[in-house]
């Protein structure tokens, strides 16, 4: 689902619980307190912008005061005929993606530089089918700022929006493309992609890792004077990223500065800036791919990994969950004890990253035996006994507790107990779950939870209601004192 970026290498979960008519329903809570499902004309939030410094006012984002559940008529049409949703992707500005088991690929949000692949730049409100590329099954989605990255079931890449900084994987192109189009990887077949703010990632059969994009560079030179970079942060097509030969990539990962990829030994490879300790090392910056020692992990093998824009997290092979990196509004699931203090002490960006309170992987007990993560640009989800849980950055209201308030420590989203959670996504400033509501679901019936549009259809349905009940009356009436008028001789 995106936003944030991740891979789970073992086998997942039943998607759908078993009995009878069992459909899933998309929900959604981007700007309020509780989940709910989305009005077909309810306009998906936006971020304006990539985040800001600690300290600095985040900027105001559009958005109704309560969350929205996606109704029959959008989203839901793609599950009305059995498909099932295998995937929520999204994570940067706005944008959204469906993907089904049948490989269809549904899309929605921001579409301003034809990042949705619709063959146009309006915005899009609601889950609309990706017709250009029906017949050609999806296997994955990758959500970058204003661009997407596409991975079809036979290998093949494909990508749309933005190119300005070569983020489409095509030197030559247009500034920007409003229809997938594909991306020469030397004939390679690959198993996965990423997407950061400017630059993207693909892991081939073979293990090798393509990176493009000149998102990093300008990062990379700033902190790294007088070195070259390595060609694949400058070059705008797929470039194999050199330092990886004696590992086999199994995925990759993306954040907003930084790439990451996780191998077939269970090992975490990360490379760029290295800011607010994503990378779990001191260098401020990484031109070369360093990996990360497996005492960080306990020793354990990683088996998953997901990335925020400036935090990652890892699941081990026992099921431990490890957090690292940017936390000051929430993003590890637990309070800094020392942030404010190291923020004082810090005096340029060239300060080892070793100094950040939480630059290593440190395990968050709470998240053990995790079924599904998803890291947003600063907030994440999380399914734990079929519980769905939420944390970070909650400005607005994307962690789904009824406030605005940062999030320190996972806690359960209340609006969703009564629901089995299936797949969770993050987008920048939003986020979706896929669930099996209960039969009478209080959220639903929930007059307060509904939005303007939905309001509206349920005023207009009742009056359509109220004016066929009376001319059912008008027709009984008419038709008994015809009947009257008969047994009185026609008088």
Known sequence: MGGGSGF??????????????????????????????????????????????????????????????VPSGSAGRATSHGARAQRLGGRPRGGRALRLDGGDLFVCGLNKDGQLGLGHTEDIPYFTPCKSLFGCPIQQVACGWDFTIILTENGQVLSCGSNSFGQ???????????????????KEKVVCVAAG???????????????????????????????????????????RVTGLENSKAMCVLAGSDHSASLTDAGEVYVWGS?????????????????????????????????????????????????????????????????????????????????????????????????????????????????VCYSWGWNEHGMCGDGTEANIWA????????????LLVGCGAGHSLALCQLPAHPALVQDPEVLSPDATEDTESQEAMDKERNWKERQSETSTQSQSDWSRNGGL
Request: aromatic residues 6%.
């Open 197 to 239: 703010l400017r630059h993207a990632l693909a892991a081939t059969a073979s293990g090798i890792v393509f990176q493009w994009g000149t998102g990093l560079a300008s990062c990379g030179r700033r902190l790294c004077p007088g070195q070259t970079l390595p060609l694949f942060f400058t070059a705008k097509e797929p470039s």
């Open 8 to 69: 789970v290498s073992r086998p997942r979960p039943p998607l759908v619980p078993k009995g009878p008519r069992a459909r899933p329903h998309p929900l959604s809570w981007p700007a309020g307190p509780f989940p709910q499902q989305i009005p077909p004309r309810a306009l998906p939030i936006r971020y304006p912008g990539p985040a800001p410094e600690p300290g600095l006012p985040r900027p105001s984002l559009p958005g109704r005061p309560r969350p929205r559940a």
């Open 410 to 421: 996972p806690k359960p989203v209340q609006a969703l107990l009564s629901s089995s959670g």
């Open 168 to 186: 489409l994987g095509v030197p030559h192109g247009p500034r920007r493309c409003v229809v997938p189009q594909a991306i020469e990887l030397h």
């Open 274 to 386: 290295n800011k607010h300790g994503q990378l779990a090392t001191e260098a401020a910056f990484l031109p070369v791919p360093q990996k990360i020692e497996a005492h960080c992990f306990q020793n354990e093998k990683v088996t998953a990994v997901w990335s925020g824009w400036t935090h990652l997290l890892a699941q081990t092979e026992t099921g431990k969950v490890f957090t690292w990196g940017r936390a000051d509004y929430g993003q590890l699931g637990r309070k800094l004890e020392t942030y404010e203090g190291w923020k004082l002490e810090k005096q340029d960006s060239f300060l080892p990253c070793s100094r950040l309170p939480n630059s290593m992987p440190s395990s968050l007990h709470c998240l053990t035996g995790a079924t599904e993560v998803s890291c947003g640009s600063e907030h994440n989800l999380a399914v734990i006994g079929g």
